[in-house]
């Protein structure tokens, strides 16, 4: 697939520094409007809106909502209002939706003036819901029928209005007072003879969502239940939308980095990498670099109040901090990143938590052994070529190991599972604050046992 | 939704234990398949039997292949040879494949005995396809078309198959030597006129997978293209099957987790957390873990040389050696969890690399400015109340957390990069190695700064 698309790229290339603009156009109909749109990502500024323009008719409203929103900003920059009018047109409403969200007000300003005044009406509903609602998410344009219809006239009516719509292959069904009522695939309506009855054939058991439910939701719904398109009902319960497979994969992804990201002490961002300013990646940092720095204040402490006396033992003592407290970092956020994301994907949930428990509890005395273990001969036989070490010494050390990883187990577990039913983001809990507490309890529990044992 | 779903399942326990068992089935025709499989998982060994042999005839095999392998092995142990028939003869062979690859190979056999001879062919071809390629996850039960065939004729085609196919909205053309020609839609079906050819509509412009192709792969693809299913091809180009949306939407969060579970080093397994066996979780590990103790064996050799020169000028020098560090560990993975998923969604490539490494040092320069200026604050006002500390040792500590973020940032973004480029996995490099690094490096840049400026 790579070199398939690299060697297509060369191509493209070619035909289009060479100026061979009509077989540039005949190439451009033989690939994904995904690949087009990453290809002129790449092109310079001038460029891209020259490349753009070459692009068949049919194409250029499918590349232009794939490619990033700078470069979107910077195309409509440059169209004339006609051209806007036709790309816009073309496209539809909830990739608008997207889009708009993502302009300047006098960019905005400039779409809305070029659309037609239905879809302007649409677009402005669709934008006051909250960002990353059902409602955001969702598109307008869906088939819909009266359930009197036959079979045959549902399909002359996806004849004529087909075209237009995100989906054809899930059609809904909704009385007089755009109540749902029912749900029919073409797939059903396929299967079944031309004259039966939209109601007698219509599914009455209907997955729906509501307009304000947060894409955290629709990325469930989706995974769980096979479906292609959802309907999305308003509070009056009428159905206002649906969303699509294809958007429901994108939520998914973005849930998915979202959660990557706070896991990782990151405040999560919508837009790529790359084309992040600095100053949105510094603000996602800065805060919980600091929270953090600061959280360390307590081991400093703790290190402060203990230390000559640990220094009067051994030295040893405190070349094996660092050791401690790291492997007590790392198998906590072992337990918590792997309980964080059971619950995201809803495999774990609060009542579970004596279970959770009962398991990390074991697990976490099993991997203590055979981790201290390995620690005591590792003292004895590396360590003790460069610090001072005794097996009392070796066995205190061993002996704190085991505690903090059961301690950091116990902790990494039950944290993220506290803050769901407290409604907090576990995802948050994972690894920084965790590591902070696993810290400050493992040096005390290190100090604690090295003055009682040695 | 959630509370809608546990009023069903409230309703469904009571009727499940009333015995009033037509009711029961009445309610379960309205409930999804998938909510049901959640219900049932929750009963008792006996009554999950019993439970599901009051499924409605049409939803058994649909509710059997959403329960957990666990599940499904107790129930085809219970079931007679006549219900195992019945019940994987009503799956798609994915499915069927997918429950096979969990089960002991008794269990196997008998799946396999009580399937029909040509099912069973296709089931051991797609079990011959290495775990997680695109041949694994793909189904033989598609539609196909020859070229010569109008409209009208298709559409009787669908007709008459699509019942057991798994999606009949995208159809394939194959030559007469199963070579794959061409795409067309039902869509594109319905909207064109009865007496058309096939030929003539078809897209032949076709993104497809290779059977060996990895499941990686499949996850992008379809991220990238929004279509509801892909046809894989095998070595000699011949069409062998397809993956579906639904299936892909799986894959996706499997990678996604995939990826979660090594940036915090736990070797993934795919199964979900309550079912995996203690000695499962322990292995999944206890490797990372002694791999991590033992590599911290490197600071506390540097501790170790360092040791009395800097007890020498101040203590307090070793009560912020957890902070430095820590700081240095957050900062660190910060960057290379970020770069990481960036990788994994294809928004950054090896090329970017200096562009990544000029944005990242950038940031490592402001954020390390902006924390190590906190921090000396912090040093003289807070911990100067429990330890020694003069403006010189605020400066020193405060310019070596500085430099350890500056350095950390570095490390964290290009050793994921450096890893994609000698096709390591970027996410087994994201934390753990990153820390350990960074960890030995800042520990010596303190040290040697200590004594220089002390």
Known sequence: MEKLLNELFERLSELYSLRKFSDLKALLLDIEPADTAYFLEELGENDKVLFFRLLPKQLASDVFVEVSSNTQEYLIKKFSDTELKEIIGDMFLDDAVDIIEEMPSNVVKRILKNTSPEDRATINKLLEYPGGSAGSLMTTEYVSFQ??????????KIRKEGVD????????????RKKLIGVVTVKDLLLNSYESKIEDIMETKIVYLNTLEDKEVVAKVFQK???????????EGCMVGIITVDDAVDVIQEEATEDIHKMAAVTPTDKPYL???????????????VLLMLSATFTSLIIGVYEEKLYLITPTLFACIPMIMGTGGNAGSQSAVTITRAIALDEVKFKDIFRVLLKEITVGIILGLGVS??????????????????????????????????????????????????????AVMASPFITTIVDAASLILYCALSLAIL
Chains 1, 2 share one sequence.
Request: net charge neutral; with cysteine.
């Open 147 to 156: 359930s009197s219809l036959t079979i045959k006239e549902a399909f002359d």
């Open 225 to 235: 239940y096979d479906f292609l398109a959802l309907p999305v009902i308003d509070k």
């Open 373 to 426: 273990i390995l620690c005591f001969l590792k003292l004895m036989f590396i360590d003790s070529l460069y610090n001072e070490v005794t097996p009392l010494i070796a066995f205190t050390i061993s002996l704190s190991l085991f505690a903090t990883i059961v301690l950091a187990k116990i902790v990494g577990a039950a944290l993220p599972l506290l803050a769901k039913k407290i409604k907090l983001d576990p």
């Open 275 to 289: 084309k992040q300013g600095l100053f949105t990646i510094f603000l996602s940092r800065f805060p919980w670099l």
């Open 165 to 176: 719509k995100e989906t054809i292959y899930t059609c809904y069904v909704t009385d007089s």
